[in-house]
């Protein structure tokens, strides 16, 4: 199915330890973000790419690092995982040409302890 | 910056009751505005979206009207399911060069009882 795939779904980390999540696209979109999701916060974007080759910070980019490895993927990476990174990630994407037409992965519910 | 202030939760209604639920927003310039839904376990879905004053989204029911004198996007159905049950998000977006990042509110959680 076409869409926006993460992986993983689930993930537990001990503090200190790194982890990368998984981004993948098939709909030939530009621009992608991931976004966390928090418990009475809403989403807050991390870090986004306008199209591929660049990448820039959100609001929340402390912490996280990421990679636009091609026009398909864009990961997002925990160095060392901190309990303030437990979370829901997601990662969207959309068109240049539709900046309406998000469309959102699944998410990955991470756990640091 | 650009903010988006959504009617805190949550909020329980019986079955064919009315929803409203209220999103104001602080943007400069013309933002696009738009509800997403988020059932249970899954993404976030484009529910309805308006990118201009005076424009009305609908969809499923539901409607919402870009007001720019009150800087206001509320949420409304007139007769809810149990199916509506979820989280509701209002955002904006705007564009700044090539970026088109949306802006959420913190979410307002609907059950719908039978």
């Known amino acids: 199915n076409a869409g926006v795939t993460q992986t993983p779904k689930f993930q537990v980390l001990k503090t200190g330890q790194s982890m990368t999540l998984q981004c993948a696209q098939d709909?030939?979109?530009?621009?992608m973000y991931w976004y966390r999701q928090d418990p009475g916060m809403g989403l807050r974007l991390i870090y986004y790419?306008?199209?591929?080759?660049?990448?820039d910070k959100g609001e929340v980019p402390n912490g996280y690092n990421v990679s636009r490895l091609n026009k398909r993927e864009f990961s997002l990476r925990l160095e060392s995982a901190a309990p303030s990174q437990t979370s829901v990630y997601f990662c969207?994407?959309?068109?240049?040409?539709?900046?309406?037409?998000?469309?959102f992965g699944s998410g990955t519910r991470l756990t640091v302890v | 910056g650009d903010s988006v202030t959504q009617m805190e939760g949550p909020v329980t209604l019986s079955e064919e009751a009315f929803l409203t639920i209220n999103c104001t927003y602080t943007?400069?310039?013309?933002?696009?505005l738009f509800w997403y839904v988020q059932y249970p376990g899954e993404g976030l879905q484009l529910l309805l979206k308006?990118?201009?004053?005076?424009d009305k989204g609908s969809n499923k029911g539901f409607e919402a009207t870009y007001r720019k004198e009150t800087t206001s996007f509320h949420l409304e159905k007139g007769s809810v399911q149990v199916s509506d049950s979820a989280v509701y998000f209002c955002?904006?977006?705007?564009?700044?060069?090539?970026?088109?990042?949306?802006?959420f509110g913190k979410g307002t959680l609907l059950t719908v009882n039978p």
């Open positions: 943007a400069t310039g013309y933002p696009s």
């Open positions: 955002a904006l977006s705007r564009a700044r060069g090539s970026n088109y990042k949306l802006t």
């Open positions: 709909m030939n979109h530009n621009s």
């Open positions: 969207a994407s959309h068109l240049i040409e539709d900046p309406y037409g998000y469309t």
């Open positions: 308006a990118t201009k004053a005076d």
């Open positions: 790419s306008a199209s591929e080759g660049t990448t």
